[in-house]
C-alpha cells in the first residue's frame, strides 16, 4: 500500500531550525516531482517548496525562500525540508506529497513560539 509518512515537526523557538523528513513506502518516488505544503487552521493549504525527480530543480514560495531547502535522496526512497530561521508564521501542518496525483501524507506539526 502507497504511503507517505511526514516527520521532524515539533516545538521550536522563533530564529530556530527544524529538518522534516518524508519517507515514502510501496511506491518508488523518484519518479516524481514532490513537494511541501502546510496548512494553518482557518487559512487553504499553501505552497512551501517542489523539486523534481533529478533533485536539481527546486522552487520556494517567497515566503520561504532563502530560509528553506528542499532536498532528496532517492536512494533511500525520502525527501526532506530544511528549515532555518523559523518564524512563528511558519507554524501549520507540514505535508509531503505528489502534486500530480494530488497525493499527500498525514502531515507533521510545527509549531514556532518563544
Known amino acids: 500500500q502507497a504511503r507517505l509518512a511526514e516527520s521532524g515537526g515539533g516545538l521550536v523557538q522563533p530564529g530556530g531550525s527544524l529538518r522534516l523528513s518524508c519517507a515514502a513506502s510501496g511506491f518508488i518516488l523518484s519518479s516524481y516531482n514532490m513537494a511541501w505544503n502546510r496548512q494553518t487552521p482557518g487559512k487553504e493549504r499553501e505552497f512551501v517548496a517542489s523539486i523534481d525527480p533529478t533533485g536539481r530543480r527546486t522552487n520556494y514560495s517567497d515566503s520561504v525562500k532563502g530560509r528553506f531547502t528542499i532536498s532528496r535522496d532517492n536512494r533511500k526512497n525520502a525527501i526532506y525540508l530544511q528549515m532555518n530561521s523559523l518564524d512563528p508564521e511558519d507554524t501549520a501542518v507540514y505535508y509531503c506529497?505528489?502534486?500530480?496525483?494530488?497525493?499527500w501524507g498525514q502531515g507533521t506539526q510545527v509549531t514556532v513560539s518563544s
Open positions: 506529497g505528489i502534486p500530480r496525483r494530488d497525493y
